[in-house]
């Protein structure tokens, strides 16, 4: 298509240049003819009865004939041509006229304009002189012009209105755009609400509860309502209200799992309020959460394998399980037969499949890195993590908790 317009529009500045070279030609030779005639006339007129006197009377009547004759043909010839010249120069100036508003004849085809337009449009003074232009080239040609220069109008005529019968338009090939139903309009303003970084990113929570009688049946909105709950929790401030958010977050993000088993995002959102509600729990409980917590996190990053955030919280697991006690061991191995296993070098790589897939990702991305190379006794590269983590600016409540956690690692290292 854009391959077509270009040789449209090359092919009419071409026309442009040759139509205005053309009329200069057109100018002078008609400047010429007029001349010729001019001239012709004041010989006949004057120079041509001198001649005349210097003959015989007889002579005189035969030639004055002759001459009266003569002239009254050449002077018909030129007439006709004349008049030729003529309407070729109107022909010329509505060609030049007409050719500047061909390129928006195109572009309003391209726009898919109406029917009636575009019919109005191919109506245009351009295509009546193109069709002038075509029997005069036949004209022409029968006179003796070269066919030569009479096959070319014709070609590019025919090059031309192909071209623009086979020209569709960019909107024809689109498909219809469909309008936005309420379900997508909804989880579109929960996915914004979720990326502010202030207070507002917990009204998500009521922008979805409003319509759960709606959608209740629906994974993609559930797993969202349970991110949701995930965000209220982090911005309560009473230690039951954060409790309940994560209830409700865990017990939602296991109804979407269960309606879609391949949501990626239903199963992330399951082990992150899984995470959060073990803060509240007995050690049993905690325990089992955490197990809940790999378990579904090993499968989000199975559907989905290079979202960051699935990385950098199985990082955070490995971390913590890495840091239990003997003591937590033994107790999570009388409840659940086995105790969960995990190294620092295992926290290590998740972190680092972070940095990997989202560089600079996070500031606590970076902190988690500085602690494992201290555990690992890699000082150097933790003193790097930690210049890279306070390189980061401060724009969430995530960064001024890291921001803390990295000024009193900081003063350990």
């Given at each position: 298509?854009?391959?077509?317009?270009?040789?449209?529009?090359?092919?009419?500045?071409?026309?442009?240049?040759?139509?205005?070279?053309?009329?200069?030609?057109?100018?002078?030779?008609?400047?010429?003819?007029?001349?010729?005639?001019?001239?012709?006339?004041?010989?006949?007129?004057?120079?041509?009865?001198?001649?005349?006197?210097?003959?015989?009377?007889?002579?005189?009547?035969?030639?004055?004939?002759?001459?009266?004759?003569?002239?009254?043909?050449?002077?018909?010839?030129?007439?006709?041509?004349?008049?030729?010249?003529?309407?070729?120069?109107?022909?010329?100036?509505?060609?030049?006229?007409?050719?500047?508003?061909?390129q928006d004849n195109v572009r309003d085809q391209l726009r898919g304009r109406s029917g009636d337009d575009i019919t109005t449009r191919k109506a245009s003074t351009l295509h009546r002189t193109l069709t002038r232009r075509k029997k005069a080239s036949a004209s022409a040609t029968s006179e003796g012009q070269s066919s030569e220069e009479a096959e070319s109008e014709g070609g590019y005529i025919t090059?031309?209105?192909?071209?623009?019968?086979?020209?569709?338009?960019?909107?024809?090939?689109?498909?219809?755009?469909?309008?936005?139903?309420?379900?997508?309009?909804?989880?579109?303003?929960?996915?914004r609400l979720h990326s502010c970084n202030g207070a507002e990113k917990a009204q998500g929570l009521n922008a979805l509860l409003e319509r759960k009688a709606e959608f209740d049946q629906k994974c993609q909105y559930l797993w969202r309502l349970s991110r949701a709950y995930a965000d209220a929790h982090d911005f309560a401030v009473d230690l039951a209200e954060k409790k309940s958010c994560a209830e409700?977050?865990?017990?939602?993000?296991?109804?979407?799992?269960?309606?879609?088993?391949?949501?990626?995002?239903?199963?992330?959102?399951?082990?992150?309020?899984?995470?959060?509600?073990?803060?509240?729990?007995?050690?049993?409980?905690?325990?089992?959460?955490?197990?809940?917590?790999?378990?579904?996190?090993?499968?989000?990053?199975?559907?989905?394998?290079?979202?960051?955030?699935?990385?950098?919280?199985?990082?955070?697991?490995?971390?913590?399980?890495?840091?239990?006690?003997?003591?937590?061991?033994?107790?999570?191995?009388?409840?659940?037969?086995?105790?969960?296993?995990?190294?620092?070098?295992?926290?290590?790589?998740?972190?680092?499949?972070?940095?990997?897939?989202?560089?600079?990702?996070?500031?606590?991305?970076?902190?988690?890195?500085?602690?494992?190379?201290?555990?690992?006794?890699?000082?150097?590269?933790?003193?790097?993590?930690?210049?890279?983590?306070?390189?980061?600016?401060?724009?969430?409540?995530?960064?001024?908790?890291?921001?803390?956690?990295?000024?009193?690692?900081?003063?350990?290292?």
């Open positions: 298509m854009f391959l077509l317009l270009f040789c449209f529009q090359k092919r009419f500045r071409m026309a442009q240049a040759d139509s205005r070279a053309l009329a200069l030609g057109v100018l002078a030779g008609a400047a010429g003819i007029s001349l010729a005639i001019v001239c012709f006339r004041k010989i006949g007129a004057g120079g041509g009865g001198r001649v005349l006197h210097l003959r015989s009377n007889a002579d005189h009547t035969a030639g004055s004939l002759g001459l009266q004759t003569g002239q009254a043909e050449v002077l018909d010839r030129l007439g006709a041509l004349i008049h030729c010249v003529s309407e070729l120069k109107e022909e010329v100036k509505a060609l030049k006229d007409a050719l500047p508003h061909l090059a031309l209105t192909d071209s623009e019968e086979e020209e569709e338009s960019d909107d024809d090939r689109k498909p219809p755009q469909e309008p936005v139903d309420e379900l997508t309009a909804l989880l579109q303003k929960a996915d409700n977050g865990k017990k939602v993000g296991e109804e979407a799992i269960s309606i879609n088993p391949q949501c990626a995002e239903g199963h992330q959102w399951y082990a992150i309020l899984c995470g959060l509600l073990s803060e509240y729990e007995s050690i049993q409980n905690k325990i089992k959460n955490g197990y809940l917590f790999k378990d579904h996190l090993d499968k989000a990053i199975e559907l989905k394998p290079e979202d960051p955030l699935s990385y950098y919280l199985l990082g955070r697991w490995c971390y913590a399980v890495s840091q239990c006690t003997w003591i937590e061991r033994k107790v999570a191995a009388t409840l659940f037969g086995e105790p969960p296993s995990a190294t620092v070098q295992d926290a290590l790589q998740n972190f680092l499949k972070v940095e990997e897939i989202s560089p600079k990702y996070s500031k606590f991305n970076y902190v988690f890195l500085a602690k494992c190379y201290k555990d690992l006794g890699h000082r150097r590269q933790a003193q790097q993590m930690c210049d890279a983590a306070s390189a980061m600016n401060i724009q969430t409540k995530e960064d001024e908790e890291a921001q803390k956690e990295l000024d009193s690692f900081v003063s350990s290292l």
